[in-house]
Structure formats: structure tokens, C-alpha cells
């Protein structure tokens, strides 16, 4: 059984920052992508970015250059970090792994971005 649980969402002023993490738990022998999608209300769940196993990273072009995503495979954990944050980032923010066929959800992370 495989686990996915997200932390470090919250409540954040426009242009400050946030790095929500996710760790796989569980038997897992190898993990190959990892990502972050979100959900806003009314809203379809949209991609933000995805690590491959190797490092390779890919954003959408609504958080270049504000969010990075970065993992470490010793503790089957990626990362966030989310800068210059705006009342449009509000939304459920959920973690995706692929271990190693199959793809996990976690249950998710409210970040809203109000004043």
C-alpha cells in the first residue's frame, strides 16, 4: 500500500511564499515522475510541475519563473517552493507519484492567497 501526504499549505499575502512537500510512504521500490497539480473552485485540476527521477523539471507557463519543484529520492519527497504568490494560485494543491506503473494522489493542500 502506497501513501502520498501533503503538508505545508496555508493562508499567504499576495507576493509571499509557500513550500507545500509531499512524502510517498509505503512499499515503494522505485518512484519515476512526481508532480504537483491544483484545483481551483469550478475548476478543472491543471498541471503545475512535474520531476522526473533524474531532475528534469516542466512548468506551467502560469508559474514560470515563481514556482520551483525539486524532490529528494533518499526520502521519496518533492517539493514546492512557491514565490511571489497570487490570489489567482488559490486553490487545492495535490501531489501525483508514479510508483512505478501506477499513479498516486495524495488528498491534498489548501493554499489560499488573500490580503
Known amino acids: 500500500q502506497v501513501q502520498l501526504v501533503e503538508s505545508g499549505g496555508g493562508l499567504v499575502q499576495p507576493g509571499g511564499s509557500l513550500r507545500p512537500s509531499c512524502a510517498a510512504s509505503g512499499s515503494i521500490l522505485i518512484i519515476y515522475d512526481m508532480g504537483w497539480y491544483r484545483q481551483a473552485p469550478g475548476k478543472q485540476r491543471e498541471l503545475v510541475a512535474t520531476?522526473?527521477?533524474?531532475?528534469?523539471?516542466n512548468y506551467a507557463d502560469s508559474v514560470k519563473g515563481r514556482f520551483t519543484i525539486s524532490r529528494d529520492n533518499a526520502k521519496n519527497t518533492v517539493y514546492l517552493q512557491m514565490n511571489s504568490l497570487k490570489p489567482e494560485d488559490t486553490a487545492v494543491y495535490y501531489c501525483n507519484a508514479q510508483i512505478p506503473i501506477r499513479h498516486y494522489w495524495g488528498q491534498g493542500t489548501q493554499v489560499t492567497v488573500s490580503s
Open positions: 520531476i522526473t527521477s533524474g531532475g528534469s523539471t
